[in-house]
């Protein structure tokens, strides 16, 4: 081989091998600029979930700020509830009973049907009993 064939050789070897660089550079960058845009896809992904995750923190503080009020609203009901059946069932004979006499019952019917002694169902006839307005 002539020292021509060898310039030309080394030149062609040359070329081929920039060119081969060019190619693996072009590939690089591409891949390089996929990373970074999966890379800024994944970053707006978490600051999404960031954002929920701190939208559920603050819901679930209302939640438990509501359930708190609910549960002390329940208990206060549940107080009053009491007290008032424990009214009832105090006055329960005698409540019966005064509505009897204000319907126009008798003492009679009041000591067979409510088992109250005569003297009591007396009482409650005269306190609550309708009136002669003559």
Known sequence: MSDLDLSLLAALT??????????????????????????????????????SISGLTAGAVGVDRRMRQLAQREKVLSERQETYEIQQVDEQPYGHAIRLVQQGAGAHRLVQELEL?????????????????A
Request: net charge neutral.
């Open 14 to 51: 040359a070329t081929v091998l920039a060119l081969v660089a060019w190619v693996a550079i072009a590939i690089l960058n591409r891949r390089l600029r996929e990373a970074r845009d999966h890379s800024a896809g994944l970053q707006q992904q978490l600051e999404m979930v960031r954002q």
């Open 117 to 133: 002694s005569e003297s009591e169902a007396e009482l409650i006839v005269r306190l609550h009993g309708q009136r002669d307005t």
